[in-house]
């Protein structure tokens, strides 16, 4: 199994940034591709971002968030920049086995328990 543990969500003004961080413990090895999915209340849970050889980010966020991975620490990233009302959601780490990169929720098999951000007019 592994564990993914979010941090670094909070409030924060439109235009703010912010970082998130995911620690993955357990049997690490397993996980090749690490990505962030967002849920608004309302909405479906929709891919952020997700990162292996090379990073892929949804055209929403596309120039303003930057996801990345220390391998040696297992800790994952999410750097926000330039916030937006609409980004205002729960935020989730997740990971996948298999080098094949994914938007899609149901190639993860490992989620963390989220993370709340929310971003004020």
């Known amino acids: 199994q592994v564990q993914l543990v979010e941090s670094g969500g909070g409030l924060v003004q439109a235009g703010g940034s912010l970082r998130l961080s995911c620690a993955a413990s357990g049997r690490t090895f397993r996980v090749d591709v690490m990505g962030w999915f967002r849920q608004a209340p309302g909405k479906e849970r929709e891919f952020v971002a997700s990162i292996s050889w090379n990073t892929y980010y949804a055209d929403s966020v596309k120039g303003r968030f930057t996801i990345s991975r220390d391998n040696a620490e297992n800790t994952l990233y999410l750097q926000m920049n330039s916030l937006k009302v609409e980004d205002t959601a729960v935020y989730y780490c997740?990971?996948?086995?298999?080098?094949?990169?994914?938007?899609?929720?149901?190639?993860?098999?490992?989620w963390g328990q989220g993370t709340q951000v929310t971003v004020s007019s």
């Open positions: 997740a990971a996948k086995e298999g080098l094949s990169p994914s938007s899609r929720r149901r190639d993860y098999a490992y």
